[in-house]
């Protein structure tokens, strides 16, 4: 099918999407990579009477460190994360979870921004600015705010955004040099969507866990940190056995989803055995 009929608007200026997205609020879309969007819009599912395409705006297109955070504009493309962006564990991390998104055709339109903004449950970027507690700014002709990750996702394809709102920018912190991680995903088919994904992050100081960040994705409606797991590791010498322990916890925390993709009890194994085997990769 082809989309239904909307008119076309190629801001040039922040400042100008902010204004279109002011005058047609509820019935305006931001187009960003359009591999979400467009999709549905064929499909009708999706039928926005305006367009606001940011592709133009090149000051929204840029990853870069300020101070101790990565800050990634609403421009930047997935593959944009295929190398290193930096050179700590941060930077390493993202370049090992862009592998599991999609297809490289995919990758090379979709943004960073638009994932968080599409919010899917199953999204490894949503899942990654979950489990580091990313900041998420929003900007409208109302003004700039800044959003935690764990205030921002609120349901399936749901969040804190006014529909006035652009993702301008998020906002990850720098990992230290020492800090280990873990990332797994398990989907049907290579690039699918995933069903259940973890992501763990784990420092050590002295022989046990100082911090820990332990994120599902795929298994609720959004992903999250689980405190459960993350306590079942720290103060604690992370093994084999210890990991195990964690997937437990969390594997009992998550209140999995029913569709037709997967029933609870498998999404709720899946988390299981996604958060031990990222957690295996933390250990010292
Ligand atoms: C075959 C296929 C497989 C895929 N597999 C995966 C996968 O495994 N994992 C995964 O995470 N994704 C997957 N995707 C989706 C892909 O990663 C998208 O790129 C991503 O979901 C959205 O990014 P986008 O830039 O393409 O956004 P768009 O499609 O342009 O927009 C998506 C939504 O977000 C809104 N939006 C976008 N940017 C902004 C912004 N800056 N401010 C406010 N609103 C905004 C749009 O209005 C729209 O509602 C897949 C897509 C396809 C077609």
């Known amino acids: 099918m082809k989309p239904a009929p909307f008119h076309y608007h190629a801001p040039r200026t922040i400042a100008d999407a902010l204004a279109a997205l002011a005058r047609h609020g509820g019935d305006a879309k931001v187009l960003a990579g359009g591999?979400?969007?467009?999709?549905?819009?064929?499909?009708?599912?999706?039928?926005?009477?305006?367009?606001?395409?940011?592709?133009?705006?090149?000051?929204?297109?840029?990853?870069?460190?300020?101070?101790?955070?990565?800050?990634?504009?609403?421009?930047?493309?997935?593959?944009?994360?295929?190398?290193?962006?930096?050179?700590?564990?941060?930077?390493?991390?993202?370049?090992?979870?862009?592998?599991?998104?999609?297809?490289?055709?995919?990758?090379?339109?979709?943004?960073?921004?638009?994932s968080l903004a599409h919010a899917d449950a199953s999204s490894e970027w949503c899942a990654t600015a979950a489990t580091l507690d990313a900041e998420i700014v929003l900007e409208s002709e109302r003004g700039r705010r800044v959003v935690k990750a764990a205030d921002y996702f609120k349901g399936f394809l749901m969040t804190d955004r006014a529909d006035d709102e652009l993702v301008v920018e998020a906002r990850l912190p720098l990992l230290a040099a020492d800090t280990r991680f873990g990332f797994e995903e398990f989907s049907r088919r290579a690039g699918d969507y995933a069903l259940g994904l973890c992501v763990a992050v784990v420092r050590h100081a002295g022989g046990t866990v100082a911090e820990?960040?332990?994120?599902?994705?795929?298994?609720?409606?959004?992903?999250?940190?689980?405190?459960?797991?993350e306590a079942a590791i720290l103060g604690k010498t992370l093994d084999k056995d210890l990991c195990r322990t964690a997937a437990e916890a969390a594997a009992g925390a998550v209140d999995p989803m029913s569709d037709t993709q997967a029933e609870p009890e498998y999404r709720r194994d899946l988390v299981r055995a996604m958060v031990r085997r990222a957690l295996e990769r933390c250990i010292a």
Do not use: K
Request: glycine share 12%; net charge positive; proline share 9%.
């Open 212 to 229: 820990a960040r332990i994120g599902v994705g795929g298994a609720e409606p959004f992903p999250r940190r689980i405190p459960e797991a």
């Open 35 to 114: 591999q979400s969007l467009v999709p549905v819009m064929a499909f009708r599912l999706a039928r926005p009477g305006h367009l606001v395409d940011i592709n133009g705006i090149g000051e929204l297109d840029y990853v870069r460190v300020e101070g101790d955070q990565l800050r990634i504009g609403a421009c930047a493309r997935h593959a944009a994360f295929h190398a290193p962006v930096e050179p700590g564990p941060l930077g390493r991390l993202l370049a090992t979870v862009v592998e599991s998104i999609a297809h490289l055709p995919i990758r090379t339109r979709g943004t960073f921004c638009g």
